[in-house]
C-alpha cells in the first residue's frame, strides 16, 4: 500500500477508482499484506512449531477466514457465533480453540459437540457446567484453564486482561484448585494452560514476566501440560515512529520455556495478522471551521471504526491523493454521528483539504469491521480485499432498506 504518483494504491488499484466503483465509507484489505503478516509470524515464530489460532473477534468476515484457512491457520474463538464462522470457513475443528468469561450451556454443547482442541475455561462455574454436559453425553472433553497472572501489559488500560482486577482468567489459587478437580474428573481431561495478558503489547518484557509466573506455578503443580496457550496480543505500529515488539526476545524467551516443560506453543494473534492489512477509505463531507480549527467532517463515523471512541485509540489518517500544499489550520477529523466522542484524530500540519476529497484511515484491519454497529441508524460499510489487479467484494454495503 503505496503511493505512486501521489496517488495512493493499494497494490494494483488506486484508490480514485475504488471510490467511484464501490462508495464509501470503504473497508480495503490487501491480500499481500495479509500473505506478508501471516509468514512473518510463523517465520519469527518457527523454532516453536506452535499451533497459530486467528483470533476471531478482531475480524470475522468469512473469505478473511477461508484465505487464514489456505495458511493452516486455527482459530481462536469467544462465542458460538465465531465458531461457527470458523467452522464455516473450513478451519480444522482440531486447531480451533474458545476462550471467553461467559459461555453459555448451548454454546459449551455446540463447541463439544464439534469437538474442537480446547475449551478455555474461565471459572468453576463453567468448569462444572461442561463437566455436566460432558457426563450427560457419556464423552471426555479436553479443556484449558486460563490464569490471570496478575502481569501488566503496558497497553491501553482498556485492552489490558492480565491484571487481578480485570475479569479474565482465574487467580493462583483458583487455577490449583481447578486442576486437582479437573484432574479427579472423569469427564475432563486437563490438556492447557492458557494466558492472555491484553492487547497491543510492544514491549516484550511483559510477556517475559508472565512466562516467569507460568514457570513458577507449573513449577509448584507438577503437572504435564500437553499445551501452553500464550495467548496473542503482538502490538503494532500505529504510528510511524512507534516501538515495535522485539519478536527475536520473545521467541527466544518461549523456547526456553518450552524445551523446560515439554508442551506444545500456542498462540492467538489477532491484531498482528489482520490490522495493518486493513483500511477504511472514507469522503470528506463538509468543512467547517471556528476561531481555532476546522472539522474535517468525514463520511466515516465510530460506528464504522469505534476504536477511537471507545479506548482513544489514534490511527494514522492520510490523503488518497497528495497535493503538497500544507493547511495552517489545524484539522480534526469526525464523523457524522451525535456524540462527541466520534471523533479519529487532530491533526495539525495536514494537507488543504477541500470538500469531497478522500482520506485513508490506516490499520483498520483489526477490531475495526468486527466491532461496527447500526448506530444512528447508519448502513455498515462494504468489505473488499485487493490481490494483485483483482477486487473481491467480500462483504456488501448494507442496504437502508436492511435497518428497517
Ligand atoms: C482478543 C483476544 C486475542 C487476540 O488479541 P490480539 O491483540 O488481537 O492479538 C487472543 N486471545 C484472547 C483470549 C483474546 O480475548
Known amino acids: 500500500m503505496e503511493y505512486k504518483n501521489k496517488n495512493f494504491y493499494v497494490e494494483q488499484i488506486s484508490i480514485n477508482k475504488l471510490v467511484k466503483k464501490y462508495k464509501t465509507p470503504l473497508y480495503c484489505y490487501s491480500y499481500k499484506k495479509l500473505k506478508e503478516n501471516i509468514n512473518f509470524i510463523k517465520s519469527k515464530f518457527k523454532k516453536l512449531s506452535p499451533i497459530i489460532c486467528f483470533s476471531v473477534k478482531s475480524n470475522s468476515n468469512l473469505s478473511i477466514l477461508k484465505e487464514l484457512k489456505k495458511f493452516k491457520l486455527g482459530a481462536d ?48 462455574n463453567e468448569v462444572l457446567e461442561i463437566e455436566k454436559i460432558a457426563k450427560s453425553q ?31 482468567g482465574v487467580d493462583e489459587k483458583s487455577f490449583i484448585d481447578l486442576v486437582n478437580y479437573s484432574k479427579n474428573s472423569k469427564y475432563l481431561k486437563l490438556k492447557c494452560l492458557s494466558v492472555h495478558i491484553g492487547s497491543q503489547i510492544v514491549d516484550y518484557k511483559s510477556y517475559k514476566k508472565m512466562l516467569i509466573v507460568l514457570s513458577k506455578l507449573i513449577k509448584k503443580l ?6 501452553v496457550d500464550l495467548g496473542g496480543g503482538m502490538g503494532i505500529q500505529y504510528q510511524l515512529d512507534s516501538k515495535k515488539l522485539n519478536y527475536e526476545m520473545y521467541s527466544k524467551a518461549i523456547l526456553k520455556f518450552k524445551k523446560k516443560y515439554g508442551c506444545k506453543i500456542i498462540f492467538e ?51 488518497s491523493n497528495k497535493n503538497n ?26 494537507q488543504i483539504l477541500k470538500q469531497n476529497d478522500f482520506i485513508i484511515i490506516c490499520d483498520a484491519g483489526a477490531y475495526g469491521y468486527s466491532l461496527s454497529s447500526n ?30
Open 77 to 124: 474463538v469467544v462465542s458460538q457465533g465465531e465458531l461457527m464462522k470458523a467452522l464455516k470457513a473450513g478451519i480444522n475443528p482440531n486447531k480451533i480453540v474458545f476462550s471467553g468469561v461467559g459461555k453459555t450451556f448451548s454454546e459449551l454443547a455446540f463447541a463439544i459437540n464439534n469437538k474442537i482442541l480446547l475449551i478455555n475455561v474461565e471459572s468453576k
Open 375 to 404: 448506530y444512528n441508524s447508519r448502513p455498515k460499510p462494504a468489505e473488499i480485499m485487493i490481490k494483485g489487479r483483482k477486487i473481491n467484494l467480500i462483504q456488501k454495503r448494507q442496504k437502508l432498506a436492511d435497518l428497517i
Open 325 to 350: 500544499k500544507k493547511s495552517k489550520k489545524i484539522y480534526e477529523f469526525v464523523g457524522p454521528i451525535c456524540e462527541s466522542t466520534d471523533k479519529f484524530l487532530t491533526s495539525n500540519n495536514f
Open 222 to 227: 507438577n503437572f504435564k501440560f500437553e499445551y
Open 138 to 168: 457419556k464423552k471426555v472433553v479436553d479443556i484449558g484453564i486460563r490464569l490471570n497472572p496478575n502481569t501488566d501489559a503496558k497497553t491501553l488500560k482498556q485492552i489490558s486482561t492480565g491484571k487481578k482486577e480485570n475479569k479474565f
Open 269 to 319: 494473534p489477532g491484531r498482528s495478522i489482520i490490522g495493518n492489512a486493513g483500511i477504511i477509505i472514507s469522503k470528506v463531507i463538509y468543512l467547517k471551521e471556528n476561531k481555532s480549527k476546522c472539522f474535517v467532517i468525514l463520511d466515516a463515523a465510530m460506528n464504522d471504526l469505534m476504536r477511537p471512541a471507545l479506548y482513544g485509540a489514534k490511527h494514522r489518517i492520510i490523503p
